[in-house]
């Protein structure tokens, strides 16, 4: 889960393009020249792929990749992918490391994860032997792409990694192990701190508001931190014929293929398919540092569906630029190795992860929370049939009644973990 899955969707851009690649290779080493060929045209023409259905039987790449198939079978966390899974092995695993991730990088969530794991097994109140860097980069080149305001300085990775290798391996007293977790935060710059998440980070919670008219950024949709009352819920459409675009985000590994880094929103957002809610600009800097999500009162027509989320920082330009998202697949609500059905138009509490994010919003500056159901192509698009994923097709589609409450019994959230200056 957080590179081939997310909560029960498929990375699908990542999976296409990252399954060709090693295909490739295959085809390579196996001196198959037909295939190596039709590959390497399939890679340059992978954005016109993604509509493919069903997923399972993708041209080229199912017949010259075999895992990609067993990894768009396997969709539930089953033997086939605990067997490999590394959380497994952290009480095993005792060497110092260090966990280098982008802030735009599809591996963020897990890097994070693992300095967690592995500190919390070496004990984060003995000498520390993790490290964590985040920087302002998607996966590769590590090249800077803050847009929201800060000061990127050049690439400092190779001076971090060889300031590392010289404390282990050396025994050099140069500092860098003085704090465990060094981070870049968008707008701002480098802060550094003890532990992931920050122990200075508390929760702060906006809730959704709207007149029941929330459907894009000319909708009525807002945040605050008062707690709703009675309110008229947003219902919103979801068609898989015309699912909502991703604009960049947190996919791999080149933008020019798949949707990677910061991008402006608002086309997406200007789409009645997407619930918008932002709050008045903010009176002071708010640096949010952390692992966010939202908790979302939704119910829907259909047997099984994709919630969304996305987190912006919309400027005094009105440009919506996303931090961070996350999605959760209803049949996988509970529990991603035991997904159940959800029944038409029941209210269900859901989670959606939005993973580690680290950004100053700027005074003057707004959060905005964009809610729909689906992001692709960097995530598959539900078909809303509650059959097997990735192995139907384009005619078995349904169209999807989406139902988003906020109200005193149904508060849906988005929670941020706020630093204090």
């Given at each position: 889960?957080g590179?081939?899955y ?28 037909a ?9 340059g023409?992978?954005p016109d ?12 790449i ?25 959380d ?35 004990g ?60 870049y ?18 929760f702060c ?36 014929a015309?699912p ?19 991008a ?6 200007g ?22 999500f ?6 829907s ?37 035991e ?13 959606i ?7 100053k ?8 929370l964009d ?7 960097q995530?598959?698009?539900?078909l809303n049939?509650?059959g ?34």
């Amino acid at each position: 889960d957080g590179w081939t899955y997310q909560s029960g969707a498929l990375n699908l851009a990542f999976v296409v393009y990252w399954s060709t690649l090693l295909g490739l290779e295959s085809a390579k080493r196996a001196g198959d020249e037909a295939g190596y060929g039709q590959l390497g045209a399939a890679l340059g023409s992978a954005p016109d792929w993604f509509n493919f259905l069903p997923i399972v039987d993708y041209p080229v790449i199912a017949e010259h990749a075999s895992y990609f198939r067993d990894w768009v079978q396997h969709s539930t966390y089953d033997d086939y992918w605990s067997r490999w899974s590394i959380d497994e092995a952290y009480d095993r695993i005792t060497v110092p490391a260090m966990h280098v991730g982008g802030l735009y990088d599809i591996f963020l969530g897990g890097t994070v994860k693992n300095f967690v794991g592995l500190s919390s097994e070496n004990g984060i109140d003995q000498a520390p032997t993790q490290k964590l860097l985040l920087g302002p980069w998607t996966h590769m080149p590590w090249s800077p792409v803050d847009v929201v305001g800060g000061q990127v300085s050049t690439n400092e990775v190779d001076d971090w990694q060889v300031r590392w290798l010289d404390h282990h391996l050396k025994g050099a007293d140069n500092g860098v192990m003085d704090h465990p977790v060094t981070v870049y935060l968008l707008g701002e710059g480098i802060r550094n701190f003890s532990e992931w998440p920050p122990p200075e980070a508390h929760f702060c919670e906006y809730f959704l508001h709207s007149g029941g008219r929330a459907n894009s950024k000319f909708g009525d949709g807002w945040l605050d931190r008062e707690v709703p009352s009675d309110e008229p819920a947003d219902v919103f459409i979801y068609d898989p014929a015309t699912p909502t675009p991703s604009l960049g985000g947190h996919s791999c590994c080149f933008d020019s293929v798949t949707p990677m880094g910061p991008a402006d929103q608002c086309v997406a957002e200007g789409s009645r398919m997407v619930l918008v809610y932002t709050t008045e600009p903010m009176g002071e800097d708010v640096l949010v540092v952390g692992d966010a999500f939202v908790t979302l009162f939704a119910a829907s027509s259909a047997v099984d569906t994709d919630f969304t989320a996305r987190f912006c920082v919309v400027g005094p330009d009105g440009r919506s630029v996303n931090v961070q998202e996350g999605i959760v697949r209803a049949r996988y609500r509970d529990s991603l190795t035991e997904p159940s059905p959800i029944a038409p138009g029941e209210i269900y509490r859901y989670r959606i992860d939005l993973g580690p994010l680290a950004v100053k919003v700027p005074a003057g500056s707004a959060i905005r929370l964009d809610i729909s159901s689906s992001d692709f192509p960097q995530w598959d698009r539900n078909l809303n049939t509650g059959g097997p994923i990735g192995c139907e097709g384009p005619l078995a589609a349904v169209t999807a009644t989406q139902t988003v409450l906020h109200s005193g019994s149904y508060p849906s959230s988005l929670s941020l973990p706020v630093v204090r200056n």
